[in-house]
């Protein structure tokens, strides 16, 4: 019998969503239809409003059209309910701000629904960030406001500071929302409750059980238009300062006294602060960098970074980049940490993989020693889900003690059968936006510790003039990254 799609009860209080870019690819991709998907599962106050606010001038109901045009585009067509796109339409206002000028405010504050809270979301670039925080606060409005803000916030450390030190000259840390919309997977939040829930893993998470950790989040596609912005930054800068290495936090972390934000960033903090500085001769043996040349993907010929549309052909800026991070305390003392990440890989994939150590003791035979190991498989996407690889013995009489390794899974899409579809990241941020919890959230100092280890990183490739290695797009990245975990004694794991 199916049971019925029941929605836990949540408490929202009605706000003022004032979305600050909404004409961007961001918020006609990502964010609109997630707050559709929000009202639509009855998660909005009925009361709550949203501004579209965005610098386009012009008339108001040509850009609410275009908004909706978009919303019927990027929605599963399975999700597009008339009445609830007419109803979520509805709620918006557009309204024509040019973000720099204090004036515009002024009529955003008569907008502002009195006595209800404004979240304040910005999908624009982070230059501009303090000005519509100082204008925010010239027109009354910063005493009730939360800021969300969109990464990348600067470049490198000292960037990353003059943003948050703007920000944080009208709106205390409290009321400062900075998004990782990894966060708000269904299978990274579970990944508090595997490993503090469960006896089974936390009695075994350090040194003396794990062996390694891996964490890969690969792309199938190239630039998809955005050379202007990806090709200042690098995959180090867009993937490895903020994605992987809040992954890297999550499993690396200790309990945190509580489920309170503070506590859980506080135990961030520490791993972030723990991580070994990658120097000298270990930027040749630890770090790689890769850029893809010309290959195929899903059969098809694809251009190499350097022949995208407006290429700088002497580019030297890295799209993909595998390392090794060790964390410096009792819990991770000798078990290294391997992330990879790049674009124009053979699939789409981000998962985590905990490698245990084999028994101490071996009984089996021995061309099966290699078979022994079990590994926990966290998929964050395409496939969102858990499996744990055990070895079981061979079924039949003539099979004896042979040994083979089996799965034991848990996918998410088909066990949770309350619910029809597994909400978007930006689905479960926004909704803790409303409801003022910043547990999901990441607090300035995690920044700045990120910042401070990845700028050595890049610092030392400008020193010693380090140039990408180019591989094939298509492929797992360079052979060189094969080698930087090889030379260990270990292999990536599922590589084809």
């Given at each position: 019998?199916?049971?019925?799609?029941?929605?836990?009860?949540?408490?929202?209080?009605?706000?003022?969503?004032?979305?600050?870019?909404?004409?961007?690819?961001?918020?006609?991709?990502?964010?609109?239809?997630?707050?559709?998907?929000?009202?639509?599962?009855?998660?909005?106050?009925?009361?709550?409003?949203?501004?579209?606010?965005?610098?386009?001038?012009?008339?108001?109901?040509?850009?609410?059209?275009?908004?909706?045009?978009?919303?019927?585009?990027?929605?599963?067509?399975?999700?597009?309910?008339?009445?609830?796109?007419?109803?979520?339409?509805?709620?918006?206002?557009?309204?024509?701000?040019?973000?720099?000028?204090?004036?515009?405010?002024?009529?955003?504050?008569?907008?502002?629904?009195?006595?209800?809270?404004?979240?304040?979301?910005?999908?624009?670039?982070?230059?501009?960030?303090?000005?519509?925080?100082?204008?925010?606060?010239?027109?009354?409005?910063a005493e009730r406001t939360r800021v969300v803000l969109e990464k990348p916030i600067g470049h490198d450390l000292e960037?990353?500071?003059?943003?948050?030190?703007?920000?944080?000259?009208?709106?205390?840390?409290?009321?400062?929302?900075?998004?990782?919309?990894?966060?708000?997977?269904?299978?990274?939040?579970?990944?508090?409750?595997?490993?503090f829930a469960n006896s089974l893993f936390e009695t075994q998470w350090n040194q003396n059980s794990i062996s390694h950790?891996?964490?890969?989040?690969?792309?199938?596609?190239?630039?998809?238009?955005?050379?202007?912005?990806?090709?200042?930054?690098?995959?180090?800068?867009?993937?490895?300062?903020?994605?992987?290495?809040?992954?890297?936090?999550?499993?690396?972390?200790?309990?945190?006294?509580?489920?309170?934000?503070?506590?859980?960033?506080?135990?961030?903090?520490?791993?972030?602060?723990?991580?070994?500085?990658?120097?000298?001769?270990?930027?040749?043996?630890?770090?790689?960098?890769?850029?893809?040349?010309?290959?195929?993907?899903?059969?098809?010929?694809?251009?190499?970074?350097?022949?995208?549309?407006?290429?700088?052909?002497?580019?030297?800026?890295?799209?993909?980049?595998?390392?090794?991070?060790?964390?410096?305390?009792?819990?991770?003392?000798?078990?290294?940490?391997?992330?990879?990440?790049?674009?124009?890989?053979?699939?789409?994939?981000?998962?985590?993989?905990?490698?245990?150590?084999?028994?101490?003791?071996?009984?089996?035979?021995?061309?099966?020693?290699?078979?022994?190991?079990?590994?926990?498989?966290?998929?964050?996407?395409?496939?969102?889900?858990?499996?744990?690889?055990?070895?079981?013995?061979?079924?039949?009489?003539?099979?004896?003690?042979?040994?083979?390794?089996?799965?034991?899974?848990?996918?998410?899409?088909?066990?949770?059968?309350?619910?029809?579809?597994?909400?978007?990241?930006?689905?479960?941020?926004?909704?803790?936006?409303?409801?003022?919890?910043?547990?999901?959230?990441?607090?300035?100092?995690?920044?700045?510790?990120?910042?401070?280890?990845?700028?050595?990183?890049?610092?030392?490739?400008?020193?010693?003039?380090?140039?990408?290695?180019?591989?094939?797009?298509?492929?797992?990245?360079?052979?060189?990254?094969?080698?930087?975990?090889?030379?260990?004694?270990?292999?990536?794991?599922?590589?084809?």
């Open positions: 019998m199916k049971e019925p799609n029941i929605m836990p009860a949540i408490n929202v209080e009605p706000c003022t969503f004032g979305l600050f870019g909404a004409l961007g690819d961001l918020a006609l991709r990502k964010l609109f239809p997630a707050l559709y998907q929000l009202d639509r599962a009855g998660l909005l106050h009925p009361d709550t409003r949203l501004l579209a606010l965005a610098r386009e001038a012009g008339s108001d109901d040509a850009h609410l059209a275009s908004i909706e045009s978009h919303l019927r585009r990027y929605l599963p067509a399975t999700d597009v309910d008339e009445t609830a796109v007419q109803g979520f339409m509805a709620r918006i206002t557009y309204l024509h701000l040019d973000f720099l000028e204090r004036e515009g405010y002024r009529r955003l504050a008569d907008t502002v629904t009195p006595e209800q809270p404004l979240i304040a979301y910005f999908a624009t670039a982070a230059a501009v960030y303090g000005a519509i925080c100082e204008h925010l606060d010239g027109v009354g409005l960037s990353s500071r003059r943003v948050n030190d703007a920000v944080a000259r009208y709106f205390p840390e409290s009321r400062v929302y900075r998004i990782d919309h990894y966060l708000g997977k269904e299978t990274v939040q579970n990944l508090i409750a595997l490993r950790v891996e964490i890969t989040v690969a792309e199938k596609v190239g630039i998809e238009g955005r050379w202007g912005y990806f090709d200042k930054a690098g995959q180090l800068r867009d993937m490895i300062q903020n994605h992987l290495l809040q992954l890297l936090c999550l499993i690396a972390m200790d309990p945190p006294g509580d489920l309170s934000a503070d506590s859980i960033r506080d135990e961030k903090v520490k791993v972030l602060k723990a991580l070994a500085p990658i120097t000298g001769e270990g930027l040749g043996s630890r770090v790689v960098r890769g850029q893809y040349i010309a290959g195929h993907s899903d059969g098809q010929p694809v251009p190499g970074y350097l022949d995208e549309d407006n290429a700088n052909s002497q580019s030297d800026t890295e799209t993909f980049v595998a390392l090794r991070a060790d964390i410096r305390n009792w819990r991770w003392s000798g078990v290294p940490f391997y992330l990879r990440t790049g674009k124009r890989m053979p699939q789409k994939l981000s998962q985590i993989v905990i490698h245990f150590k084999e028994p101490t003791h071996y009984i089996f035979a021995p061309e099966q020693r290699l078979q022994i190991g079990n590994k926990l498989v966290i998929r964050l996407q395409p496939d969102e889900g858990i499996s744990l690889r055990v070895m079981t013995k061979e079924q039949g009489l003539d099979k004896g003690m042979h040994l083979r390794s089996d799965l034991l899974q848990l996918h998410f899409s088909d066990t949770w059968r309350r619910s029809a579809r597994i909400p978007d990241a930006y689905e479960r941020l926004l909704l803790e936006v409303m409801r003022g919890n910043q547990n999901l959230f990441v607090r300035k100092d995690e920044i700045e510790h990120a910042w401070t280890w990845c700028d050595q990183l890049i610092a030392g490739w400008q020193q010693a003039g380090d140039t990408p290695r180019p591989y094939a797009a298509g492929s797992w990245g360079p052979m060189s990254a094969v080698a930087l975990i090889t030379r260990d004694g270990r292999s990536w794991y599922g590589d084809i």
